[in-house]
C-alpha cells in the first residue's frame, strides 16, 4: 500500500511549477514595463527641454538682434557726427588761419592746421560714407534674419522634440494625438508672444526712437563746452565767453508714405559778448550778442536725398529743430549751408541710410505679464506591442502573459517652461521678478510639473490611437 502512494506529489509540485513561472514571467513583463516607462520619462523630459531651449534661443536671438541694430543706428550717428564735427574743425581752421593770416610766426601754425584739416576732409567723408553703409546693410540683415528666425522657431521646435525622441530609441515617437494637438497650441502661442513692428506702427516705433536716442554715446549726445565757466570781462567793460555746442538726433517725418527718418548732426562755436548790465534789463533789451565762429551740420536721411526731410524756414521763429541752446545764429548759418570765409560747404549730405527698420519685440499681453513665459508639453510614446515579453522566450500560448495598457500604448509626459529671468550671477540681478523685454536675452529654460489634468488628457487621447511606426505584433 505505500508504494501504491509513490509519486502521488508529482502534480502538485508540476503545477507549482507553472505558476511559478507565469509568476517569474509577470514579473519579467512588469519589469520590462518599468524599465520602458523610466527609458520614456527620460526621453520625454530631454525632447521637451531641448524643444523649450530652442524657442528660448530664439527668443534671446530676437533680443540680441535688436539689440545689435540699435547699435548699428548709434554707429550711423557716430559716422554723421564725426562728419559735422570734421567739417566744423575745417570751417574753424578757416577762420582761425583768416584772421591770423597777417600775424608772422602764428599764421604759419594756423594755415598749416588749415592745409591738413582741408587734405584729410576727402578721407573722412569716404570713411564715414563707408560706415554709414556697411552699418546700414547690417540693420537690414538683422531685420530680415529676425523674421526668418521667428517663422523657422516653431518648425524646429517641432524637429528638434521629435529628433530627441527617435535618438533616445527608434521605437519611440513625438506624433501623438496629445502631441498634435499641442503643436497647434504652441503655434498659437509663439505666434501671440511676439509681434512684428514695421513704420505704421507709430507707438513702437516712437518707443524703438526713444531706445536709440538713450543709447548714444557721450560724443553723440553731447559736444558741449564752455572755454570759461564765467564771463570774461575785455575791453569797453564788456564781458566775453565762448561757448562749444553739438549735438546729433534721429529725427522722424511721418507723410502719406509713411515715417521718413534722418540722423542730423550739429556743431557750432560762438563768442558771446554781453553789456554788464543786471539780468532785469534783457526783458527789454537784447544785452547779449553772438559772433558766430565755426558752423557745420550733417545728416543723412533714409530718401538718399540732398535735401532735410525737415526742411527749416526761418521766416518763422520756431518752425526749425533747434538743438542748441546758445549758438542759435550759428546753427542758422550751418542749417543754411552758409560757408566759411575761405568758401568751405558746411551741410554735408550723407547717403546709404535707410531709417529704422521693421523689428519683433513682445507682444502687448507678453509684455504686461510680470511673469510671461512658454510652456512646451510633449509626450513620447511607445506602442506596446514592441516591448520585449516573456512570451518572446516560449512557443505557444499555454503560457501567455501579455503585456495589457491602455491604447496598446505606453507613454509619458514632460513639460518645459520657457521664462525670462536674469542669471544669478549678473551684477543687476534682483530677488524680485523682473518684467521680461525684448532688447535682454535672459531667457532660459527649467521642467516644469506636469499636472494631473495633463496626464488625464494624454491618457484619454491615448485610446485608440495608432502609428504607422508598429513594426512587431498585429495592428489594432
Same mark, same amino acid.
Given at each position: 500500500?505505500?508504494?501504491?502512494?509513490?509519486?502521488?506529489?508529482?502534480?502538485?509540485?508540476?503545477?507549482?511549477?507553472?505558476?511559478?513561472?507565469?509568476?517569474?514571467?509577470?514579473?519579467?513583463?512588469?519589469?520590462?514595463?518599468?524599465?520602458?516607462?523610466?527609458?520614456?520619462?527620460?526621453?520625454?523630459?530631454?525632447?521637451?527641454?531641448?524643444?523649450?531651449?530652442?524657442?528660448?534661443?530664439?527668443?534671446?536671438?530676437?533680443?540680441?538682434?535688436?539689440?545689435?541694430?540699435?547699435?548699428?543706428?548709434?554707429?550711423?550717428?557716430?559716422?554723421?557726427?564725426?562728419?559735422?564735427?570734421?567739417?566744423?574743425?575745417?570751417?574753424?581752421?578757416?577762420?582761425?588761419?583768416?584772421?591770423?593770416?597777417?600775424?608772422?610766426?602764428?599764421?604759419?601754425?594756423?594755415?598749416?592746421?588749415?592745409?591738413?584739416?582741408?587734405?584729410?576732409?576727402?578721407?573722412?567723408?569716404?570713411?564715414?560714407?563707408?560706415?554709414?553703409?556697411?552699418?546700414?546693410?547690417?540693420?537690414?540683415?538683422?531685420?530680415?534674419?529676425?523674421?526668418?528666425?521667428?517663422?523657422?522657431?516653431?518648425?524646429?521646435?517641432?524637429?528638434?522634440?521629435?529628433?530627441?525622441?527617435?535618438?533616445?530609441?527608434?521605437?519611440?515617437?513625438?506624433?501623438?494625438?496629445?502631441?498634435?494637438?499641442?503643436?497647434?497650441?504652441?503655434?498659437?502661442?509663439?505666434?501671440?508672444?511676439?509681434?512684428?513692428?514695421?513704420?505704421?506702427?507709430?507707438?513702437?516705433?516712437?518707443?524703438?526712437?526713444?531706445?536709440?536716442?538713450?543709447?548714444?554715446?557721450?560724443?553723440?549726445?553731447?559736444?558741449?563746452?564752455?572755454?570759461?565757466?564765467?564771463?570774461?570781462?575785455?575791453?569797453?567793460?564788456?564781458?566775453?565767453?565762448?561757448?562749444?555746442?553739438?549735438?546729433?538726433?534721429?529725427?522722424?517725418?511721418?507723410?502719406?508714405?509713411?515715417?521718413?527718418?534722418?540722423?542730423?548732426?550739429?556743431?557750432?562755436?560762438?563768442?558771446?559778448?554781453?553789456?554788464?548790465?543786471?539780468?532785469?534789463?534783457?526783458?527789454?533789451?537784447?544785452?547779449?550778442?553772438?559772433?558766430?565762429?565755426?558752423?557745420?551740420?550733417?545728416?543723412?536721411?533714409?530718401?538718399?536725398?540732398?535735401?532735410?526731410?525737415?526742411?527749416? @524756414?526761418?521766416?518763422? +521763429?520756431? %518752425?526749425? =529743430?533747434?538743438?542748441? #541752446?546758445?549758438? &542759435?545764429? /550759428?546753427?542758422?548759418?550751418?542749417?543754411?549751408?552758409?560757408?566759411?570765409?575761405?568758401?568751405?560747404?558746411?551741410?554735408?549730405?550723407?547717403?546709404?541710410?535707410?531709417?529704422?527698420?521693421?523689428?519683433?519685440?513682445?507682444?502687448?499681453?507678453?509684455?504686461?505679464?510680470?511673469?510671461? @513665459?512658454?510652456?512646451? +508639453?510633449? %509626450?513620447? =510614446?511607445?506602442?506596446? #506591442?514592441?516591448? &520585449?515579453? /516573456?512570451?518572446?522566450?516560449?512557443?505557444?500560448?499555454?503560457?501567455?502573459?501579455?503585456?495589457?495598457?491602455?491604447?496598446?500604448?505606453?507613454?509619458?509626459?514632460?513639460?518645459?517652461?520657457?521664462?525670462?529671468?536674469?542669471?544669478?550671477?549678473?551684477?543687476?540681478?534682483?530677488?524680485? @521678478?523682473?518684467?521680461?523685454?525684448?532688447?535682454?536675452?535672459?531667457?532660459?529654460?527649467?521642467?516644469?510639473?506636469?499636472?494631473?489634468?495633463?496626464?488625464?488628457?494624454?491618457?484619454?487621447?491615448?485610446?485608440?490611437?495608432?502609428?504607422?511606426?508598429?513594426?512587431?505584433?498585429?495592428?489594432?
Amino acid at each position: 500500500m505505500y508504494r501504491k502512494q509513490h509519486g502521488q506529489v508529482l502534480p502538485m509540485g508540476l503545477a507549482l511549477v507553472v505558476l511559478g513561472l507565469l509568476g517569474a514571467f509577470m514579473l519579467f513583463n512588469t519589469g520590462q514595463l518599468a524599465s520602458e516607462k523610466m527609458r520614456l520619462a527620460n526621453a520625454a523630459d530631454a525632447a521637451a527641454y531641448s524643444g523649450a531651449l530652442w524657442q528660448a534661443r530664439a527668443l534671446n536671438y530676437q533680443a540680441y538682434a535688436n539689440r545689435a541694430m540699435v547699435a548699428n543706428q548709434v554707429a550711423v550717428a557716430q559716422a554723421v557726427s564725426l562728419q559735422s564735427w570734421f567739417t566744423y574743425a575745417a570751417v574753424a581752421s578757416q577762420t582761425v588761419a583768416t584772421i591770423t593770416s597777417l600775424i608772422p610766426g602764428v599764421n604759419l601754425g594756423t594755415t598749416a592746421t588749415e592745409r591738413a584739416m582741408t587734405a584729410a576732409g576727402p578721407v573722412v567723408a569716404a570713411s564715414t560714407n563707408a560706415m554709414i553703409t556697411v552699418s546700414n546693410a547690417a540693420i537690414t540683415a538683422l531685420s530680415a534674419s529676425q523674421s526668418v528666425m521667428h517663422y523657422a522657431a516653431m518648425v524646429n521646435t517641432e524637429e528638434v522634440i521629435d529628433t530627441v525622441a527617435k535618438e533616445s530609441d527608434s521605437r519611440f515617437y513625438a506624433d501623438s494625438a496629445y502631441g498634435i494637438g499641442e503643436l497647434l497650441s504652441r503655434a498659437y502661442l509663439w505666434s501671440t508672444f511676439t509681434d512684428r513692428k514695421t513704420k505704421r506702427d507709430k507707438t513702437a516705433v516712437e518707443e524703438r526712437q526713444e531706445i536709440i536716442m538713450a543709447s548714444r554715446d557721450e560724443f553723440t549726445r553731447d559736444r558741449d563746452w564752455t572755454l570759461f565757466d564765467y564771463w570774461i570781462p575785455g575791453p569797453g567793460l564788456i564781458l566775453y565767453k565762448v561757448i562749444r555746442e553739438g549735438d546729433t538726433r534721429l529725427v522722424k517725418n511721418e507723410t502719406a508714405r509713411g515715417v521718413e527718418w534722418e540722423w542730423v548732426a550739429k556743431d557750432s562755436l560762438s563768442l558771446h559778448a554781453r553789456l554788464p548790465v543786471p539780468d532785469f534789463f534783457d526783458s527789454f533789451v537784447d544785452t547779449e550778442v553772438e559772433v558766430p565762429t565755426a558752423w557745420a551740420s550733417a545728416y543723412a536721411n533714409s530718401n538718399s536725398s540732398r535735401q532735410r526731410i525737415l526742411p527749416c @524756414r526761418f521766416s518763422t +521763429r520756431g %518752425e526749425c =529743430s533747434r538743438f542748441t #541752446d546758445d549758438n &542759435r545764429d /550759428a546753427e542758422k548759418l550751418a542749417d543754411r549751408n552758409i560757408p566759411g570765409l575761405r568758401a568751405a560747404q558746411s551741410l554735408i549730405p550723407k547717403y546709404g541710410y535707410g531709417g529704422v527698420r521693421n523689428f519683433w519685440v513682445l507682444s502687448d499681453f507678453s509684455r504686461d505679464d510680470v511673469d510671461a @513665459r512658454l510652456k512646451v +508639453r510633449v %509626450e513620447v =510614446s511607445l506602442p506596446a #506591442d514592441t516591448l &520585449r515579453e /516573456a512570451d518572446d522566450f516560449t512557443s505557444g500560448d499555454q503560457l501567455s502573459s501579455p503585456v495589457i495598457v491602455a491604447g496598446n500604448t505606453v507613454s509619458s509626459v514632460s513639460v518645459a517652461d520657457v521664462y525670462y529671468k536674469r542669471p544669478r550671477h549678473h551684477f543687476l540681478s534682483r530677488s524680485e @521678478r523682473e518684467k521680461a523685454n525684448a532688447y535682454n536675452p535672459y531667457w532660459q529654460v527649467q521642467l516644469a510639473p506636469v499636472s494631473a489634468s495633463e496626464r488625464n488628457i494624454a491618457m484619454g487621447l491615448r485610446s485608440g490611437h495608432l502609428t504607422p511606426r508598429h513594426t512587431n505584433g498585429d495592428a489594432l
